[in-house]
């Protein structure tokens, strides 16, 4: 199992668009990610479960991936919060 606080970095936060952006992605890993800002997780590949996190600008959520393709999970998990949700800011 891998753990990574991530931080929410874009200015509208994790809203509809960004999370729906973050379960499509996390529904193409077959291992487990899950998300929060503290125990217990959610499943990170809903978007409702996402968005009910309510994660705006600056809001660090730790994340878990579990299985087999958990250290490509993390890797582009990361680098899609880190690019502002392909959203530019």
């Known amino acids: 199992m891998i753990r990574q606080q991530l931080t929410i970095i874009n200015k509208l936060g994790l809203h509809a668009r960004a999370a729906t952006k973050l379960a499509r992605l996390t529904g193409g890993f077959a291992c487990q990610i899950r998300a929060?800002?503290?125990?217990?997780?959610?499943?990170?590949?809903s978007v409702m479960s996402l968005m009910l996190l309510a994660a705006s600008q600056g809001t660090e959520?730790?994340?878990?991936?579990?299985g087999d393709d958990q250290d490509h999970a993390r890797d582009e998990v990361a680098k899609l919060i880190a690019n502002y949700f392909d959203e530019g800011e």
Do not use: Q
């Open 36 to 45: 929060g800002k503290s125990p217990p997780l959610i499943d990170a590949k």
């Open 61 to 66: 959520l730790m994340f878990e991936f579990e």
